[in-house]
């Protein structure tokens, strides 16, 4: 049973451009949330996704925006990178009226140049 | 919104002895309260979680304990192996609210052999 899967697993990009994280949840989820993670800090929650429309949001910019899929797999855009947009993005997968509990992926590490 | 105070932000033992990690939260109607543990290029991995309807549970070496009453959560670790070294976040999450998770800002822990 594959857990939550992300990619890719590390990207470089320029400050102005704009990327595509992807993550497909873990089997018999149907909850996508993403958590942006600073070097040394705790995540911190972006979005979360649930049949197919943003549910919740964090204090995150529009640059931050999101979609995910009839099949539950989700992506997240930011656009005009910054070089404070350097961390690991979490993708973590959920049941909704399940019990409770979150499965993170590996994350993908983007470095902003 | 919910505010998470987790300490110490390192913690070195030596092998076989006890580590104790404690958090704080601000939102009263928080009721859901996991610990994670993170190992270097991994994402977070659930070890253990409690319900606001239980102030105790165990596994094992671990064991997590709630006071609803002063806001605090610990997470304690017996007969430490050098296995334990990783860094630990606890985190608090309202079901009724979406579910989305608010990290402490992490415990290193180093195991000494």
């Known amino acids: 049973d594959a857990g939550v899967t992300q990619s890719p697993t590390h990207l470089i990009k320029t400050r102005g451009q704009q990327v595509t994280l992807r993550c497909s949840p873990k089997?018999?989820?149907?909850?996508v949330s993403w958590y942006q993670q600073a070097l040394g800090q705790g995540p911190q929650f972006i979005f979360q996704?649930?049949?197919?429309?943003?549910?919740q949001r964090g204090n995150f910019p529009d640059r931050f925006s999101g979609h995910q899929f009839p099949n539950y797999s989700s992506e997240l855009n930011v656009n005009a990178l910054l070089l404070g947009d350097s961390a690991l993005y979490l993708c973590?997968?959920?049941?909704?009226?399940?019990?409770?509990?979150?499965?993170f992926g590996s994350g993908t590490r983007l470095t902003v140049v | 919104g919910e505010n998470v105070e987790q300490h110490p932000s390192t913690l070195s033992v030596q092998e076989g002895d006890s580590a104790v990690i404690k958090c704080t939260y601000s939102?009263?109607?928080?009721?859901?309260f996991p610990w994670y543990k993170q190992e270097l290029g991994k994402g977070p991995q659930l070890i253990i979680d409690?319900?606001?309807?239980?102030g105790e549970k165990k596994d094992q070496r671990i064991a997590v304990t709630l006071n609803k009453t002063a806001k605090h959560f610990s997470l304690h670790i017996t007969e430490t192996q050098p296995e334990d070294s990783a860094v630990y976040f606890c985190?608090?999450?309202?079901?009724?609210?979406?579910?989305?998770?608010?990290f402490g800002g992490g415990t290193r822990v180093l195991v000494k052999p």
């Open positions: 973590a997968s959920s049941l909704v009226g399940g019990n409770y509990g979150y499965t």
């Open positions: 939102d009263s109607a928080s009721n859901y």
């Open positions: 089997s018999g989820h149907d909850t």
């Open positions: 409690i319900r606001s309807n239980v």
């Open positions: 985190a608090a999450s309202i079901k009724a609210a979406g579910n989305k998770l608010t």
């Open positions: 996704y649930y049949e197919e429309e943003e549910r």
